[in-house]
């Protein structure tokens, strides 16, 4: 079996790292953390000419057509690079529309998601506990009414796929729809609380089945941005301590900072296999995908956030200000470990999924 990653999907990286080395160098991000909370429009839209969002699409409606080990590993490239772009809300509610909408949704809506020219996003948050089919509340199918928290970028989305307790609902920006900006942690990826107040909406179609499929697909995307997170989080710390020096000598010299960055590395790495794997039961093992999309959510959300805390002390001092790089990998971990559900919901999940 070649668990290595095809010629087409290494030049797809090469490429996507190319625009981000471009575009989205940490000054840059930086940049945009401190300003209104809105993401980075010119990156995002070299995103989408590039193909990202287009890559679950079918072919006959405008995407690539490929697989959900494809769009993970670009979600690993943005997480390294904390880009601020929409990708993980729009992407998750094109895999949604995908999967659970009527023919004439699809027709009408994923060549508008492929190629940028929409932007959806998944309303799924209700409190701070109910994510899940099961535990929505809200209701209403040919009109919409209550509220939803923590909505990825729906200030700027053009649709939204709403959790209700009937199913997955289909609502564009519009009459009954209002929204209000959070003052969220992690300023790369805005997160909205969304009114609806008798909005025209649209059911969709979707079995029970196709709608757990979709926040499946969800839970590994958030992983793999954890993963590139991390990941970058144990570069930088390793990078840090080659060149910081004290008492004379880098301080990567030291016993006690060595087994620190040693015991983030054994942590970290084996977190892309996690990942993978979990893309890959998505893709080809669907009585595999729920186990494994739980336990790479729960596990990698986990490790990212023990990763910047590590980084936060391998960097001393420094690790604490604003104008290092370190709070807002910590503030994207925070938001990963918390969107979706607590990695503890996400183990309990895998657990009840296993028969246990």
Not at 83 to 92: I, K, M, R, Y
Not at 192 to 220: K, L, N
Request: hydrophobic content about 45%.
């Amino acid at each position: 079996m070649n668990f290595l990653l095809s010629d087409e999907q290494l030049a797809l990286l090469d490429a996507l790292r190319g625009l981000l080395q471009d575009k989205c160098d940490p000054r840059h991000v930086h940049e945009i953390f401190d300003g209104d909370g809105s993401y980075d429009a010119g990156l995002w839209q070299a995103i989408c000419e590039m193909g990202i969002p287009a890559i679950m699409v079918p072919e006959e409606l405008g995407g690539l057509g490929l697989k959900l080990i494809d769009l993970a590993i670009a979600a690993e490239l943005v997480g390294e690079y904390a880009a601020p772009v929409p990708l993980f809300g729009h992407c998750a509610a094109t895999i949604a529309v995908a999967l659970c909408g009527s023919a004439a949704q699809r027709e009408r809506w994923l060549p508008k998601l492929a190629s940028g020219e929409a932007l959806a996003t998944l309303a799924l948050g209700e409190g701070d506990s109910r994510w899940l089919p099961g535990e929505w509340e809200i209701a209403g199918e040919a009109r919409l009414n209550g509220k939803k928290r923590f909505v990825p970028h729906g200030l700027e989305a053009d649709l939204f796929i709403v959790g209700t307790a009937s199913g997955l609902v289909l609502v564009e920006k519009g009459e009954g729809v209002a929204v209000e900006r959070l003052d969220g942690a992690d300023r790369t990826r805005s997160l909205d609380t969304v009114t609806f107040a008798d909005a025209p909406a649209e059911p969709m179609p979707g079995d029970e089945a196709s709608v757990a499929r979709s926040i499946d697909a969800a839970a590994v995307l958030l992983a793999a941005d954890a993963f590139g997170g991390a990941n970058h989080c144990v570069e930088m710390s390793v990078e840090y301590a080659k060149v910081r020096e004290q008492y004379g000598a880098p301080i990567g010299s030291f016993q006690g900072l060595k087994h620190q960055l040693s015991n983030m590395a054994l942590a970290v790495e084996p977190g892309r296999g996690l990942y993978w794997y979990a893309a890959h039961a998505w893709d080809e093992l669907p009585e595999k995908a729920r186990h494994a999309a739980a336990q790479a959510k729960a596990h990698l959300t986990d490790i990212y956030l023990q990763a910047t805390r590590d980084t936060v002390e391998a960097h001393g001092g420094i690790g604490f200000t604003w104008e290092h790089d370190t709070h807002i990998y910590m503030k994207r971990a925070m938001l990963d470990w918390a969107w979706l559900g607590q990695p503890e919901k996400h183990r309990l999940r895998a657990a009840d999924l296993a028969g246990w």
